[in-house]
């Protein structure tokens, strides 16, 4: 109590204009910024994975199974920021128990589960099935008993079997696609089906998560790959690189060209809420949305892509462009989901001033579980590439 | 017609391959056709199904979903949480003197609670909780300090000027509050309007030169209402062109200026804007 | 009367309207979410009797707030909060008091400082107060409240008498409905790490009483009482009064009922 006092009091000074007095709190932070940024990641590296299964593009076929453990490592990430932001974690399993329809977040444990369970957890078994029962013949130890049981003790390599596991990948991958769009879709449902706060609610906001999620994934995707492949001493592919770079491109033309819609929708229809949004956007979000998410995260990769496609750049400044841009794509994601999560609660719903956020750095939702929180997902994909290293020349002959 | 035919073929293939099919099938080979992974995926999901099923039985409250998606305890829990403020009812069994000296007052709907603060401690062991009677000089303040918000005729004050010191009990009773005297001055309950003409040009001009206030106004301020100027020529009277009076007041021609409002219509007699 | 709040028929009409959405609503996802996953499945529609004798079923209730009585002393806002364990800092408050002060120039000064619990200051402003009043906020007690809808668990609820309550014993804490109220009346309770909000005085009300902030108003600000029936004082009240509600454009429907309400008021 006299803790979270001693936090409130001096953001007192700071209010511009008028506040509802329990808009001093701002209850979704840092952490919920992480939450969907990691969600997108999930679905956008889905997304190239399935450019592979489902529409055959050959080119990023060596990013196809790092796509779906990146996936999964983030996946099991996802929900830890959640939890750890409930006032009451060890209350959540009542979001599987007693979900209320009418939620938009109740739908997260469905949507969550069908995802992990249904579509990535199945997609990655059926792919790596083969391959875990012949790594398993040649191992000893616990490695053996590992794949072991991660195979279910399933045997049969037949040429019918092995068959069937093509074709349930392809199945899940074709149900995936949908799943991923929903998984993500969902996430920007959440904010903006909520019409008490103009800057979330909007229709739009579903798609344009969605587009920004496929943006991140493929951006992250092509930088582990980036990353991994000269550390295991192997050459880049770059004609996968530069499809992936393609890909990424268009992605971001849509990602933008929605968010341009969105903005411009606002302004020409200037609502009540047109004045704080103004103020919002010129003042306390003008670094983080003018100058990181559109010009450092949008405008310079696009440019720089651009460039790449239109200029024959030697190999070498190609990749070192296409490192730079995946890089500063990240950021710009990461500031998009900052602007609508925190710039969603630093104008009150009076419509008649403007707060501050301030994180703490220790605690559950300060900043040193969230970089935790970033970090941990790269330790769990190193582990899976330890156990089911997705590399083309690890295949099981 | 073909299309009739379509569909009765279709049905006779649909009744053959429902009444047909128990004759072959042999659940034998519908369990080998299955691949081996399949059913060892199969086992782990109704495992995993089944527990989840269990688990839901046992975690989801009994009483959740009887009144609608929550649990209905909640609302008894709710519901008995203890009171504080007794209401002011239960006050006249023992102090019917002083509810009934304030019920015919000016505080007549002030609740006892209001000043006494919560009372059901008090109602449970008189003796032991004794409740607080504000006496000090800052409390009525709460409600009769002066502050232009306020809604007109709501009796303020400028506790700084008003008899400093003295604890407001010694001069007012607080369950019939009456002023020692009644107020003269009109500021006592209209302070804004009284703020706001001082510093404006009819500072001089008394409030009864444009109101007139029946006595009764003072003791039934909404019952008994003050007088407005009815028409033109009142205001004419110092403004017009032929009236008599200093140079410097501002005047106009009651014939062509906006001759069909009267004069506070537009302009605002306590502040006017040619200041 | 405005459009927005013809009461009687008109109101039970769209909520039988209402009803007939939610049904649909409710029979397409049944459809969906098998009967073992759904926990509202038992009889829903006996009647209800909770300890002491009342019946939600019997009751429907709104309060009125007269702006235009208002003197901004802050003993709804201090009753309120002694009544119902709220702290009494400033960032958590059931009801609080705003003060609006309109300039001559068009700008609007807003304040509540410590929600008007110790009431308020005279501050002079450069410019000419054209208009100035108290506004007392509180949960609108809305007929079609965001907040349950958007409510994971269950553990925010709308009763048969309109009431709309927190389970603090059910609520994770994951404040998307404070993110979900349009009129910032919710907060997270600093202790119990659950959702709060005003409840009407629901262990008040149940018991005949009157809202513990409705007792404390020494101007008959606000007033408390039943919807349908056909006398009470709220009925009285909407028929006395030019009734607005706050943000009607958002169709929450609230049941805190503002007569002399100000264009300014947000």
């Known amino acids: 109590m006299e803790e979270i006092v001693k936090h409130l ?31 997108g990641l999930v679905a956008g590296a889905f997304i190239l994975a399935s450019l592979v299964k489902v529409f055959n593009v050959k080119e990023v076929q060596p990013t196809y199974r790092i796509s779906l453990l990146t996936a999964l490592a983030f996946l099991i990430v996802a929900p830890l920021p959640l939890l750890a932001h409930l006032g009451h974690p060890e209350r959540s399993f009542e ?13 997260f444990g469905f949507v969550y589960a069908w995802y992990l369970m249904a579509v990535l957890l199945l997609e990655i078994w059926f792919d790596y099935r083969r391959d875990i029962i012949l790594w398993a013949e040649k191992e000893s130890g616990w490695k053996k008993w590992m794949h072991k049981i991660t195979s279910l003790f399933s045997s049969d390599i037949s040429e019918r079997a092995l068959r069937f596991d093509r074709k349930a990948a392809k199945i899940i991958t074709i149900i995936g696609i949908p799943s991923a769009f929903l998984l993500h879709g969902y996430v920007g449902f959440i904010f903006g089906s909520v019409k008490a706060n103009p800057w979330w609610s909007s229709v739009l906001m579903p798609i344009v998560f969605l587009f920004s999620a496929i943006v991140s994934g493929i951006a992250l995707v092509l930088l582990i790959y980036m990353i991994v492949t000269p550390l295991r001493k192997k050459n880049i592919d770059m004609a996968c690189l530069n499809k992936m770079a393609t890909f990424l491109f268009l992605a971001m033309i849509v990602d933008f060209s929605l968010e341009a819609l969105d903005f411009v929708h606002r302004i020409y229809e200037s609502e009540e809420s047109i004045k704080i949004l103004t103020q919002l956007v010129s003042g306390k979000l003008f670094s983080s949305l003018i100058v990181v998410q559109l010009l450092i995260g949008m405008l310079i990769p696009l440019g720089a892509i651009a460039a790449v496609k239109i200029f024959k750049w030697p190999d070498e400044l190609k990749r070192l462009t296409y490192f730079l841009s995946a890089i500063l794509v990240q950021v710009g994601i990461f500031s998009t989901r900052w602007n609508v999560v925190i710039g969603g609660q630093l104008f009150s719903k009076s419509f008649s001033g403007l707060t501050v956020y301030k994180t703490t750095f220790l605690g559950l939702e300060g900043l040193l579980v969230s970089l935790g929180l970033l970090l941990l997902p790269f330790i769990i994909l190193y582990i899976l590439f330890y156990v089911l290293p997705p590399w083309e020349e690890a295949r099981a002959a | 017609m073909a299309c009739n035919l379509n569909k009765k073929s279709m049905f006779v293939v649909f009744a ?20 081996e992974q399949v059913k060892r995926l199969a086992i782990l999901i109704v495992i995993l199904f089944a527990l989840f099923v269990v688990v839901r039985t046992v975690l989801v409250p009994s009483d959740f979903g009887e009144h609608g998606h929550f649990r209905a305890s909640a609302v008894e829990e709710i519901a008995s949480q203890e009171i504080r403020y007794a209401g002011q ?98 500021a006592a309950c209209h302070a804004t309007i009284a703020r706001t003409k001082a510093i404006s040009h009819h500072v001089y001009v008394d409030c009864t030169r444009c109101h007139e206030a029946p006595e009764e106004h003072r003791a039934h301020p909404r019952e008994f209402r003050p007088t407005k100027p009815a028409a033109r020529e009142f205001c004419g009277g ?38 | 009367m405005t459009d927005n709040r013809k009461l009687g028929e008109n109101q039970e009409r769209s909520s039988g309207r209402r009803k007939f959405i939610g049904g649909l609503f409710a029979s397409f996802t049944s459809l969906l979410v098998p009967g073992f996953l759904r926990a509202d499945n038992k009889s829903k529609d006996v009647k209800w009797i909770i300890a002491g004798g009342y019946s939600p079923n019997d009751h429907h209730w709104g309060m009125g707030i007269d702006i235009s009585k208002c003197i901004g002393c802050g003993r709804c806002v201090e009753a309120c909060k002694r009544e119902n364990n709220v702290p009494l800092v400033p960032f958590f408050t059931r009801t609080w008091i705003e003060r609006y002060r309109i300039l001559e120039n068009g700008e609007v000064l807003i304040d509540s400082p410590d929600a008007g619990m110790k009431s308020f200051k005279e501050e002079s402003t450069e410019d000419n107060v054209v208009r100035s009043f108290f506004v007392p906020k509180i949960c609108n007690q809305c007929e079609n409240p965001p907040c349950v809808q958007v409510c994971p668990v269950g553990a925010t609820f709308q009763t048969a008498d309109g009431v709309v309550l927190i389970d603090s014993e059910y609520c994770i804490g994951c404040r998307y409905c404070i993110q979900a109220c349009p009129y910032g009346a919710r907060f997270l309770h600093p202790e119990t790490r659950t959702a709060e909000k005003c409840t009407f005085c629901y262990h008040r009300i149940v018991k005949g009483l009157a809202p513990a902030c409705v007792e404390a108003c020494p101007t008959q600000a606000r007033i408390f009482g039943e919807i349908k029936k056909k006398a009470s004082p709220l009925v009285r009240f909407l028929r006395m009064n030019k009734i ?8 929450t429907e609230p049941k805190v009922f503002y007569a002399n309400l100000d264009m300014e008021v947000k």
């Open chain 1, 9 to 39: 009091t001096p953001l007192l000074k700071e209010i511009t204009g008028y506040i509802y007095p329990n808009e001093i709190e701002l209850h979704w932070g840092l952490l919920i910024v992480i939450y969907p940024y990691l969600t």
């Open chain 1, 95 to 107: 979001i599987f128990l007693t979900p209320n329809t009418s939620s938009a977040m109740a739908m």
């Open chain 2, 16 to 35: 053959r391959f429902i009444i047909e099919r128990p004759m072959n099938f042999n659940p034998e080979s519908f369990w080998n056709k299955i691949p």
């Open chain 2, 89 to 186: 009812e239960i006050c006249l069994d023992c102090h019917d003197d002083v509810v009934e000296t304030r019920r015919v007052g000016f505080h007549r709907d002030v609740a006892c609670e209001v000043c006494h603060g919560p009372a059901a401690g008090h109602i449970d062991d008189p003796e032991e909780v004794v409740l607080e009677a504000p006496r000090e000089r800052g409390y009525c303040p709460l409600c009769h300090e002066y502050l232009p918000s306020r809604p007109t005729g709501f009796p303020q004050i400028v506790s700084a000027s008003h008899n400093p010191i003295k604890p407001c009990i010694s001069c007012h009773d607080p369950h019939d509050p009456v002023p020692p005297e009644t107020p003269k001055e009109c």
């Open chain 2, 238 to 275: 110092c403004h017009a062109k032929d009236a008599p009076g200093e140079k410097g007041i501002p005047r106009v021609d009651l014939e062509t200026h906006e001759a069909r409002y009267v004069c506070w219509q537009c302009h605002y007699p306590h502040l006017p804007e040619a200041r």
């Open chain 3, 244 to 251: 607005n509600v706050l943000k009607p454009y958002l169709n």
